[in-house]
């Protein structure tokens, strides 16, 4: 019976036991935060029930691709990186709209799809094989960092549009790639530098164009109004005609750096709802929280189950909570090191480094955003928040970062010999 069990369980043992208590934490908290759902369709299971199926087919997917060699996905790069430029095309011509961006591709009997999704595994594989084919003693071809922007930059161009926060999100993990893949500090520079120079250009044009189509009164209304990309996205959007993201944008950078104080009286809490309610979730914690299943500020967040997830586990969980959630990232992101560590040939220990890192900076996006220290970017935490396509591309991740660990060739041990 044990080796039957060990024979689906295999790979890294660590990566295993963390990913255990992320899926069981996400089921837990999400039919805890799901309440407005349930009283909005008068189903209690409903949504918890559909979560659990999606957690329990993102395990079935991890544990398939863990049994597929790591060599193998070199063959898949063509087919998928064909699959995400024509999905990512589709996406911003006829895909759905979500809090005003079209994110998602409906397809047949309800089902959503995610492009943005499967193009960051993309990239990060595709990284991972330019950096390993190019390597040489002293590090990095120089080419490689041209054919990594060639790609990535495209790719994350098409995201950004509509989903900026997922962009950033994607060069921040290739930019660490590269620096990992030793890339030459001459060209990194570069890119930060370019970067910079194309920060301030955006942000010139969000500032500049993100109240076109809108009076003075309507704006003010919506920087006081906006906050976490919920419904009030789409009155902006009536607004901004084209420049609907701009000025989505603008609010949120000005509400964020916005540090004046208000009292209480003059808080309004239909305006300032989500950052108000999560505030109120996390000042109301304590250490030890209110108990599974006992948040007050579930009712009255709109995005609970989602971007603002880790707000209800600290207000449930507590501070202790919290603080095991974070560490399982952290040992998530150090077990994937060890096992990069231990690969001989590059591809593998690049690809795991690159999956690892894009589910630990989401994660801390994610944290970042719910405790208030970064605007809100509409990151899900991976494999805790409620979600379809994430969930089970993220559990996809993890199962070939077992891949890696389980099929990925090993540097020999070195044996210490003793002097006689």
């Given at each position: 019976?044990?080796?039957?069990?060990?024979?689906?369980?295999?790979?890294?043992?660590?990566?295993?036991?963390?990913?255990?208590?992320?899926?069981?934490?996400?089921?837990?908290?999400?039919?805890?935060?799901?309440?407005?759902?349930?009283?909005?369709?008068?189903?209690?299971?409903?949504?918890?029930?559909?979560?659990?199926?999606?957690?329990?087919?993102?395990?079935?997917?991890?544990?398939?691709?863990?049994?597929?060699?790591?060599?193998?996905?070199?063959?898949?790069?063509?087919?998928?990186?064909?699959?995400?430029?024509?999905?990512?095309?589709?996406?911003?011509?006829?895909?759905?709209?979500?809090?005003?961006?079209?994110?998602?591709?409906?397809?047949?009997?309800?089902?959503?799809?995610?492009?943005?999704?499967?193009?960051?595994?993309?990239?990060?594989?595709?990284?991972?094989?330019?950096?390993?084919?190019?390597?040489?003693?002293?590090?990095?071809d120089k080419k490689a960092f041209k054919y990594i922007l060639c790609i990535v930059l495209p790719t994350a161009a098409l995201i950004g549009i509509e989903n900026l926060s997922t962009a950033a999100l994607?060069?921040?993990?290739?930019?660490?790639?590269?620096?990992?893949?030793?890339?030459?500090?001459?060209?990194?520079?570069?890119?930060?530098?370019?970067?910079?120079?194309?920060?301030?250009?955006?942000?010139?044009?969000?500032?500049?164009l993100g109240s076109i189509g809108t009076s003075e009164r309507e704006n003010e209304q919506t920087v006081e109004a906006v906050q976490a990309g919920g419904s009030t996205d789409t009155k902006v959007i009536k607004g901004g005609g084209v420049f609907h993201r701009f000025v989505t944008w603008r609010n949120r950078i000005v509400k964020h750096i916005d540090k004046k104080e208000i009292t209480p009286e003059e808080y309004d809490l239909d305006k300032d709802a989500q950052v108000a309610h999560a505030n109120i979730a996390i000042v109301s914690s304590n250490i030890i929280g209110k108990g599974p299943g006992q948040s007050v500020e579930r009712d009255f967040l709109s995005q609970a189950f989602s971007d603002f997830i880790y707000a209800i586990v600290i207000e449930e969980l507590g501070i202790v909570g919290a603080t095991f959630v974070v560490l399982l990232y952290i040992v998530l992101l150090y077990r994937a090191a060890r096992i990069a560590s231990r690969c001989e040939n590059n591809f593998p220990?690049?690809?795991?480094?690159?999956?690892?890192?894009?589910?630990?900076?989401?994660?801390?996006?994610?944290?970042?955003?719910?405790?208030?220290?970064?605007?809100?970017t509409g990151q899900p935490l991976p494999l805790i928040s409620k979600g379809g396509t994430s969930t089970i591309i993220n559990c996809a991740y993890i199962g070939v970062i077992l891949s890696v660990s389980r099929s990925a060739k090993k540097r020999p041990e070195k044996i210490a010999v003793k002097e006689i």
């Open positions: 019976m044990n080796k039957k069990i060990g024979n689906i369980f295999k790979g890294d043992k660590g990566i295993w036991m963390v990913f255990f208590f992320l899926c069981m934490i996400s089921i837990v908290e999400v039919f805890s935060a799901s309440s407005n759902l349930t009283y909005k369709s008068q189903n209690y299971i409903g949504p918890i029930a559909f979560h659990t199926v999606t957690i329990v087919i993102g395990a079935l997917t991890a544990v398939i691709t863990l049994n597929i060699p790591c060599r193998y996905f070199k063959l898949m790069t063509p087919f998928l990186l064909i699959i995400s430029g024509l999905t990512l095309l589709w996406v911003l011509v006829g895909g759905e709209s979500i809090n005003g961006a079209n994110r998602v591709i409906s397809l047949p009997g309800g089902v959503t799809f995610q492009p943005s999704e499967i193009a960051k595994g993309t990239m990060v594989l595709i990284t991972a094989q330019i950096l390993s084919a190019m390597q040489r003693e002293d590090g990095a994607l060069f921040a993990v290739i930019f660490l790639m590269m620096f990992i893949g030793r890339v030459p500090l001459s060209q990194m520079g570069k890119l930060v530098g370019g970067a910079v120079i194309l920060v301030a250009i955006f942000l010139t044009m969000v500032f500049t220990a690049f690809l795991v480094m690159g999956l690892a890192l894009l589910l630990v900076i989401q994660a801390t996006f994610n944290m970042l955003v719910a405790v208030g220290i970064a605007p809100v």
